[in-house]
């Protein structure tokens, strides 16, 4: 709002001063013009029981900006969402968090479109006070990494997932059945040649084909219990938060053995230490290798799974043998598991007529997500003609070749990438794997 209406408004107030809808208008617009005290003085003084709660909430915000949030607090009064978020920030910056954490949940549990995560952010945070000579220091800490917070992170999935839930790859899993699940299964023969039950398995390949269903499926075969670690559940904005968080996870997975510690886009939390200039980038990475070494815990019965889709920016550190010893491969489907993969996406939904041996061939390069998205554009389709004809239509061949026109592979872009790493940058023969599939397969 410019000067010249402004002025104009406080002129009509002049004029009536008891008329409160114009003078909250004038409120709104001195904070929305950031003028906090210009705002409270509209407001200070006055009786603000009768107003609305929709006005008291103007009203109690322009004496909060003011820095007044006693009178804030006074005037919020009432059981509106609206003005107990309000309330809920007076009693923040009167230092009353607990009270304010009670109130904020309350409003946001009434009116979901309140929530605020700057101000759940403060609200979680935690008052320390820290003897640093003298004075005596109070220090804002977000530290919340306690058990149930790791309990809530590592949240297992409650339904077990196994290989015959993952359509195709069965070169694959035969790897993993023979290098990782025997070990969990008959750990007594392993121990009996010394070998240890657990370590790292590193999964890579292009973007949906499968890595992370893989990976719960391998923690199903192995009946261990699977933790998957969100890397937003690890990554925090105060030092030492994300070295704490990581740490308790590695705990809660020793406690919990035999367990399968699932790590997606696993270069976030073990890039290249030499491509980042940030020191709490490189203590992240010098952390996460001593968890997976073991070397003060006992990692027996811990198998760390990561997937990614850029082997190449994962810290050379991480393939040492004792930690990602074991890199796998997870190439795009092929004839046989694209065919899987959409008898399993088609299971449950109203189909006929589908040959899925003949949608199978044109599919080549597809990831399982793209096979996944091509059965849903095709129920679109079917749903639509549903709707045309006032009938349920069964989802058709015709469906999915129409849906086959608009869909297409997400995949050549990543294998056109990795070729270059496996002829140009293949030392120690890392990507062999890739070499070997695009030999055999060629590229689209």
């Known amino acids: ?38 705002a409270a003085a509209l407001v200070r003084g006055r009786a603000l029981d009768g107003l609305a709660p929709d ?70 945070a ?3 006070e820290a003897e640093a000579g003298r ?9 919340d990494t306690d058990d149930a917070e790791v309990t809530r992170l590592l949240a297992p999935d409650e339904a077990p997932v196994t290989f015959d839930d993952v359509g195709g790859l069965d070169a694959v899993k035969k790897q993993i059945r023979k290098k990782i699940v025997l070990p969990f299964l008959k750990p007594s023969l392993f121990e009996r040649y010394k070998k240890k039950v657990g370590g790292g398995i590193l999964l890579y390949g292009p973007p949906g ?29 105060w030092i030492g938060e994300s070295e704490r968080k990581l740490h308790a996870i590695f705990e809660k997975a020793r406690q919990s053995a035999p367990a399968v510690l699932f790590f997606d886009e696993l270069e976030a939390l073990a890039g290249k230490r030499a491509n980042t200039r940030e020191g709490t980038a490189s203590k992240l990475v010098s952390l996460f290798l001593s968890e997976m070494d073991g070397f003060a815990q006992n990692n027996r019965g811990v198998l760390v799974l990561g997937a990614t889709n850029t082997p190449w920016s994962i810290d050379s550190a991480f393939r ?39 949608l199978a061939k044109p599919t080549r390069s597809f990831s399982g997500a793209d096979l996944a998205h091509l059965v849903e554009a095709a129920t679109d389709e079917a749903i639509e003609d549903a ?14 070749q129409r849906a ?30 890739v070499l070997a599939f695009l030999a055999k397969h060629g590229k689209r």
């Open 387 to 400: 709707l045309e004809s006032g009938d349920e239509v069964p989802i058709s061949s015709p469906h999915l």
């Open 55 to 124: 006005r008291r909430v103007i009203a109690a915000r322009a004496l909060l900006a003011a820095g007044e949030a006693a009178e804030a607090l006074e005037a919020a009064a009432g059981d509106t969402p609206e003005l107990q978020l309000v309330r809920a920030r007076a009693l923040l910056s009167l230092d009353r968090r607990d009270e304010a954490g009670a109130l904020y949940r309350r409003a946001v549990e009434t009116n979901a479109t309140l929530e605020d995560k700057a101000l759940e952010a403060e609200l979680s």
């Open 209 to 237: 084909c499968g890595k992370t269903l893989l990976a719960r499926a391998t923690a199903g075969e192995c009946d261990a219990t699977f933790f998957n670690v969100a890397i937003s559940d690890v990554l925090d904005m």
């Open 320 to 358: 040492r043998p004792g930690r990602f010893d074991r890199v796998v491969f997870v190439p795009p489907p092929d004839r046989a598991a694209r065919e899987r993969i959409l008898a399993l996406q088609l299971e449950g939904r109203p189909a006929t007529g589908i040959d899925l041996a003949a």
């Open 1 to 38: 709002m410019d000067d010249e209406t402004v002025r104009s408004l406080h002129a009509a107030l002049a004029a009536g001063p008891d008329n409160d809808a114009l003078r909250l208008v004038l409120v709104d617009a001195h904070l929305g013009r950031g003028e906090p005290e210009e």
């Open 126 to 128: 935690r008052v320390v």
């Open 404 to 433: 086959l026109k608009e869909v297409r592979p997400t995949t050549l872009e990543w294998l056109t990438t990795a070729r270059n790493y496996a002829r140009y940058a293949n030392e120690g023969g890392h990507y062999d794997e």
């Open 135 to 143: 004075p005596k220091l109070r220090v804002i800490s977000n530290d």
